[in-house]
């Protein structure tokens, strides 16, 4: 069995100026990337092959990413189903001009599934919980997931209705 702490990746790189945006701070779309790369890494592992982002459940910007930074990405699995898993990214950063406590500057949620060779769902291992901090991170994982199902839902119910273009 596997605990979601044996899961943990931690993944740093320095933002340049080839990574700003017009406001001249990192753009959003590249901490996306290392957001989604990051799960990947952990998804694969924990998948004993490859897995596939099916969606990113949340992500929050939190403060500016600037040129000079030093971003720091950590993920973990926090919940496992058949096939499925939820990784939970923090993203941090070490100011390049400044000696502090590490800047939270995003944090994300991504639904990974495994694949096998032929690019259908495969089944992961069960997660083992050992710790509070490991059962609440997979009992809110849960709420998450009730909540993207029953979104989906209701958009295919409100469809099916055929009250298009009703307000």
């Keep these: 069995m596997t605990t979601p702490s044996d899961t943990r990746v931690t993944l740093s790189e320095i933002m340049r100026g ?7 701070t990192v753009h959003g779309g590249h901490l996306m990337k290392a957001v989604d790369s990051i799960a990947g890494v952990v998804a694969n592992r924990y998948a ?13 910007f939190v403060t500016p990413v600037r040129v000079g930074d030093i971003l720091h990405s950590t993920a973990q ?15 941090e950063v070490d100011r390049w001009d400044s000696v502090t406590e590490r800047v939270h500057v995003a944090s ?23 710790t509070p901090e490991e059962r609440r991170r997979f009992r809110e994982a849960g709420i998450r997931r009730e ?3 029953a979104r989906r839902s209701a958009i295919e119910a409100s469809r099916e209705t055929g009250t298009e273009g009703s307000e």
């Design 147 to 149: 909540h993207r199902l």
């Design 108 to 130: 994300a949620y991504l639904v990974m599934v495994a694949i096998d060779a032929d690019g259908r769902p495969a089944t992961v291992p069960a997660l083992e919980l050992e």
């Design 77 to 91: 699995l926090n919940w496992s189903g058949r096939s499925s898993m939820e990784v939970g990214v923090r993203v």
């Design 48 to 60: 004993g092959g490859p897995a596939v982002t099916a969606a990113m459940d949340e992500m929050t």
């Design 18 to 24: 080839t990574e700003a945006n017009l406001l001249g």
